[in-house]
């Protein structure tokens, strides 16, 4: 049974940093391309970075570069994404997912090509 667990969401004051932890088990997240999405009130799911297990890479959403870096470490079974300057218009639920180790596209921002997600973490930037 896959499981995705989101920790480390809070509130922050503007400008501000948080380090967002997903904790994967039934999945060797090495055999994994795994994304951090958002979602605010109101609004759809967005994907904010997705991190490919073929070469490492991670793609940004466009308003997150230079503040936001994913990473992961195969071993623990963890993907991180450390958030940096942050904005209020940040706030939002955010979610860990992964693809599925069958899934023989590319690392896509686009949450219909996830199959296994977290409950999601949320995430208040406010002064």
């Known amino acids: 049974q896959v499981q995705l667990v989101e920790s480390g969401g809070g509130l922050v004051q503007p400008g501000g940093s948080l380090r967002l932890s997903c904790a994967a088990s039934?999945?060797?997240?090495?055999?994994?391309?795994m994304s951090w999405f958002r979602q605010a009130p109101g609004k759809e799911r967005e994907g904010v970075s997705c991190?490919?297990?073929?070469?490492?890479?991670?793609d940004y959403e466009d308003s997150v570069k230079g503040r936001f870096t994913m990473s992961r470490d195969n071993a623990r079974g963890t993907v991180y994404l450390q958030m940096n300057s942050l904005k209020p218009e940040d706030t939002a639920v955010y979610y860990c997912?992964?693809?599925?180790?069958?899934?023989?596209?590319?690392?896509?921002?686009?949450?219909?090509?996830?199959?296994?997600w977290g409950q999601g973490t949320q995430v208040t930037v406010s002064s």
């Open positions: 997912a992964a693809q599925g180790a069958w899934y023989s596209g590319g690392c896509l921002r686009i949450a219909k090509t996830y199959n296994f």
């Open positions: 039934g999945i060797f997240l090495n055999s994994d391309n």
């Open positions: 991190n490919s297990r073929s070469d490492g890479r991670t």
